[in-house]
């Protein structure tokens, strides 16, 4: 019997081929020459065997003929789930990886985004990074904005018109001691955040949600930290956050809380850690702060090309899988260079690599295994994972049709290949061309119909 929420609602569309998505029990799972039904509500009505065509049809009310068959080489795969993503930066990104992290902060990114209280350029930069991210298949991005709440609304606004899954930050620092003009008093970022939550939520946008972010410890005051956490808990809100993501920053950390056990402490004694945190890097948590992850429910965000590129560190993903933290994966930009969720996966394979060479023993992460991190462990990371992440009936159908063989693509078939080698050479190789349409919540959101 195939699986099924029963027949009380519409079929707006069927799809009929290759499926391919992760569960709780298994990283690669797929489905071969199955259907699957959309409803009018944008959700898996229905999956199942094609062999079952007619009862489904009968069942749903559809007609088969209706069916859209998908091609030889494509198959439907869950949404790209980027954890941590900077879209002010957006605007340099692929420039500006000569230095650490707080060198880079000072030099590069505060002047950039104090430039965004202008809504013009803030317009310019956002619609082009929501587009960029959608057409690379990300069908759900966790933003960082900038200090600028009328700004970050835009954002905001810009993933709803797009049809971006989103969660939105106005980011909040009362500490800045390099670019003066660039940061808020703390009467300011709570008012602020106040505003910010109130208006976005008066919005309804249907799947955009405000998220409170102080920026990091570092730039933060504890009475700030301490002020949105109660904010978030009123208001019953996401919370992201930046931590343990390189030496100096850990050590710095450690001077200005010296009551704290531990950097994850610190947001811990904030009431900043709880089941809808992520917090992104974590190269350098100990044991102690990942059971801490754990207990709170808080997750992790790996952002392999950022960890590289700005010389910041490895993370030892296995390490956090055993402790079972919540993991997703992010971009980071424009620590990372790369917006494309893909450039993802395959930096977390690689950082998995030279801890292999690093140590012989070490247990490389799969490319099944970093599969799932990109979509349903994102879902979760976001505590987003009862509304996305895999093709589970009565989820929203958030999915990626990919041509592995699309015409002028990157990858070159000779022959005719099994499914999963063809999942892996699409992770390996492919890009937006290979992605021939996006569904975010049963939506059709690329190709654009907006420009
Ligand atoms: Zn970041």
């Known amino acids: 019997m195939a699986n099924s929420k029963g027949p009380t ?55 088969p003929s209706e069916v859209i068959q998908l091609a030889q080489h494509e198959f439907f795969m869950p949404g790209l789930v980027d954890t941590h993503i900077h879209a002010p930066q957006y605007s340099y990104a692929g420039t500006a990886l000569d230095m650490p992290l707080l060198e880079w902060l000072n030099k590069y990114t505060f002047p950039v985004e104090s430039r965004f209280k202008d809504l013009e350029f803030a317009q310019q930069v956002y619609s082009q990074v929501v587009k960029r991210t959608l ?109 343990s993501e390189n030496v ?92 494309s969720m893909l450039d993802a996966v395959r930096r977390t394979l690689d950082t998995s690599k030279v801890l292999t060479i690093q140590d012989p023993e070490y247990d490389t992460l799969t490319f099944e295994e970093v599969f799932r991190l990109a979509t349903l462990g994102g879902s979760q990371a976001l505590s987003l994972d009862d509304r996305t992440g895999n093709f589970e009936v009565g989820k929203d159908f958030d999915a990626l049709r990919v041509n592995v063989a699309a015409a002028d693509g990157p990858i070159d078939l000779i022959k005719i290949e099994e499914p999963k080698i063809i999942l892996e050479k699409f992770l390996n190789l492919g890009d937006d061309r290979n992605i021939v349409e996006v569904f975010v919540a049963g939506r059709k959101v690329v190709p654009f119909t907006k420009q």
């Open 9 to 63: 609602t519409e079929i707006n569309y069927v799809y009929r081929g290759t499926f391919i998505h992760s569960t709780q029990q298994t990283p690669l799972q797929i489905l071969e020459d199955e259907v699957l039904g959309v409803d009018t509500d944008g959700k898996i009505a229905f999956i199942g065997k094609a062999a079952e065509l007619d009862s489904l049809s009968q069942t749903f009310g559809f007609s």
């Open 135 to 243: 057409r690379n298949g990300t069908t759900t991005a966790c933003y960082f904005a900038t200090i600028h709440t009328d700004a970050s609304l835009l954002l905001a606004q810009i993933a709803n018109d797009f049809g971006q899954r989103a969660l939105v930050g106005k980011v909040c620092m009362d500490r800045n001691n390099s670019v003066k003009h660039y940061k808020e008093t703390n009467q300011e970022s709570q008012d602020e955040t106040c505003r910010f939550i109130a208006e976005l939520l008066n919005k309804k946008y249907p799947l955009v949600r405000p998220v409170v972010t102080p920026r990091f410890a570092l730039s933060c005051t504890g009475a700030l930290m301490g002020q949105l956490g109660a904010i978030a808990k009123n208001n019953n809100l996401h919370i992201q956050s930046h931590i």
């Open 248 to 339: 100096e920053e850990v050590k710095l950390v450690k001077e200005l809380f010296p009551e704290s056990k531990s950097y994850t402490d610190v947001y811990h004694k904030h009431n900043l850690l709880t089941d809808k945190t992520v917090m992104a890097h974590g190269c350098y948590l100990s044991d102690e702060e990942l059971a801490l992850f754990r207990e709170t429910g808080a997750s992790l965000s790996h952002c392999p090309n950022s960890n590289i590129s700005l010389c910041s560190g490895m993370l030892n993903v296995r390490n956090v899988l055993k402790h079972n933290v919540k993991l997703g994966l992010g971009t980071d930009v424009a620590g990372g260079y790369s917006a």
